[in-house]
């Protein structure tokens, strides 16, 4: 095991022992290959799946493989979309049996940190769908809920600015500006400390960077 295998475990495993007191089921996978292996337990044919937008869930090709293990898959960001059926989606996406998302932080005592701009994602994230999982690679964890929101200002919501083209300032300066324009994407700001009483939420964290 190489030193950087051995720091991602061992970090790994102490953030699932924290979100595990935080009465969420969670797992430490070492890989890309077995943490697919492992979401696609969750997922039958015929169930509707929910996406929530993430780089993660597109790097480890999840939706084309629910897709191809038989599941509706709810993706409000397929292309050709109308603004109507995006909203359609997002709608239906509450309501679905599996929800997939990632998390913009994950922090050592176990807190899931999330800044959403429309709020389907942090909303189906803890009431709605039958089940929630929540897959993030070892560059999501934080040393706590403040150092989470620094590291989604200072990289990931610049980074899917850039992603989404917007006009706002962090895509020229690469950090978060504060900005007040109507284009801003930062505009809920959640920190989930415990399983909410009637969503059922599994974590799976990889021992790999991914996303932003
Ligand atoms: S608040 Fe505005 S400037 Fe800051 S990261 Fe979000 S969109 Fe960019």
Redesign the pocket.
């Known amino acids: 095991m190489s030193i950087n295998e051995w720091h991602n475990e061992t970090l790994g495993q102490k953030v699932v022992e924290a979100l595990k007191k935080n009465n969420f089921d969670a797992i430490y996978l070492a890989n890309k290959e077995e943490a697919i292996d492992h979401v696609l337990k969750f997922i039958s044919p015929g169930m509707k799946v929910g996406i929530g937008g993430s780089i993660t869930l597109n790097e480890l090709e999840l939706p084309k493989k629910a897709q191809e293990k038989g599941a509706q898959v709810l993706n409000h960001n397929l292309p050709d979309l109308t603004p109507e059926e995006k909203m359609e989606i997002r709608r239906q996406q509450l309501l679905s049996d599996v929800f997939l998302c990632s998390a913009n932080g994950i922090t050592l005592d176990g807190y899931l940190v999330n800044?959403d701009a429309t709020g389907n994602r942090t909303g189906a994230m803890t009431f709605g769908p039958k089940k929630v999982i929540i897959v993030a690679g070892i560059n999501k964890i934080c040393k706590d809920a403040h150092s989470a929101l620094e590291r989604?200002?200072m990289k990931t919501?610049?980074k899917?600015?850039k992603r989404l083209n917007?006009p706002?300032?962090?895509?020229t300066?690469g950090?978060?500006?504060?900005?007040?324009?109507k284009?801003?994407?930062?505009n809920i700001y959640t920190i989930i400390k415990r399983k909410p009483v009637a969503t059922d939420i599994s974590i799976v964290l990889i021992g790999q960077p991914l996303g932003f």
């Open positions: 800044i989604i200002q919501a610049p899917n600015n917007t706002n300032p962090c895509t300066t950090i978060c500006m504060d900005c007040k324009g284009t801003r994407i930062c």
